[in-house]
């Protein structure tokens, strides 16, 4: 049921944007930012504290540096889709491939701690609605074949589901639980702080956005 939901997630948002064609991104942004602040939440209630109870600490916390050095490396190719950026430049298929190969890895990691952590699936969810809808425009300002930018996201769909599957059912995976979770927990630090402390424009206190930070907060400790 986990995987439909997540698979569902990504393929109503696509198909939502070639229906609607969305315009203003403002609700976009809002939406970002309550997935940022309810998956960091998430980690700070839910899995650091897992993690640093199974294995010596210098060690995990060396393993969520490398996630978030990881995350910083992938934003090199993806442009921040992550985050809700559009890619500023489409460039030809070399430039194309990287940016949907690093979006991908990140699905896949964000796989990882969803059986075993099972209220992250739902900042998961939320978080994949609007990289959706960033990935899907982006796709469609290609000009591709209608079947070329289905079969993308169908791909995008199954990555999260894929990594989920992976970590359940392969035992070298799961030898290395506790480091892999540690990685994943820094690319969800990076991400998430990311959308949440970027600069409102004129650096200006957005009300609104500082609300839907506090609800994903409240909701996250609720969950």
Do not use: W
């Amino acid at each position: 049921m986990v995987y439909i939901l997540l698979i569902l997630a990504v393929l109503l948002s696509y198909l939502f944007v070639v229906g609607f064609n969305p315009k203003n991104q403002y609700v976009l942004r809002l939406l970002l930012a309550f997935s940022g602040s309810f998956l960091l939440a998430l980690t700070i209630f839910e899995l650091l504290p897992s993690v640093y109870r199974t294995t010596d600490h210098k060690t995990i916390g060396i393993f969520i540096l490398l996630g978030i050095l990881l995350q910083v490396f992938l934003e090199f190719y993806s442009q921040g889709l992550e985050h809700g950026h559009s890619p500023h430049s489409s460039g030809k298929g070399g430039a194309q491939i990287l940016i949907f190969g690093s979006l991908c890895i990140h699905a896949l990691l964000e796989g990882i701690p969803i059986q075993s952590y099972e209220p992250i699936v739902v900042g998961i969810l939320i978080h994949k609605i609007p990289v959706t809808v960033v990935l899907s425009i982006f796709l469609l300002n290609l000009n591709l074949k209608k079947y070329q930018s289905l079969g993308i996201i169908l791909l995008f769909s199954l990555m999260t589901p894929l990594g989920s599957f992976l970590a359940q059912n392969f035992s070298l995976i799961q030898q290395y639980q506790a480091p892999l979770l540690a990685l994943v927990i820094g690319v969800f630090l990076h991400i998430s702080t990311v959308i949440l402390f970027e600069s409102s424009k004129g650096h200006q206190v957005n009300t609104r956005k500082l609300f839907v930070i506090i609800l994903g907060i409240v909701v996250a400790y609720m969950v």
